[in-house]
């Protein structure tokens, strides 16, 4: 199995920055995509960011310029510099991870965080 552990969320005025971790442990082979999700109230969960195993990253329109994804593949790890932060980014922040599982016949499957709660307040 494997386990997401998220840090880094919290609250902070307009204007200001946090940076979310995300990191995985467990049986795992490799990671391919890792990628951070949120949900507002009464929204559905929309992709925020997404980097490849190669470092190829995607970001939605709404946080490009003020949202970096980065990742750390000797820590099996994905992080989130989120700067600039706006009231609407307020959300519930999900990891979420593409995995090739440790054990024979090394299964893909995909692996969600427990969420960390982001509040920006105007």
């Known amino acids: 199995q494997v386990q997401l552990v998220e840090s880094g969320g919290g609250l902070v005025q307009a204007g200001g920055s946090l940076r979310l971790s995300c990191a995985a442990s467990g049986n795992i082979f490799s990671i391919n995509a890792m990628g951070w999700y949120r949900q507002a109230p009464g929204k559905q969960r929309e992709l925020v960011a997404a980097?490849?195993?190669?470092?190829?990253?995607s970001y939605a329109d709404s946080v490009k310029g003020r949202f970096t994804i980065s990742r750390d593949n000797a820590k099996n790890t994905v992080y989130l510099q989120m700067n600039s932060l706006k009231p609407e980014d307020t959300a519930v922040y999900y990891c979420?991870?593409?995995?090739?599982?440790?054990?024979?016949?090394?299964?893909?499957?995909?692996?969600w965080g427990q969420g960390t709660q982001v509040t920006v307040s105007s």
């Open positions: 979420n991870v593409d995995v090739i599982g440790g054990v024979l016949p090394r299964p893909r499957y995909t692996v």
């Open positions: 980097i490849t195993s190669g470092g190829t990253t």
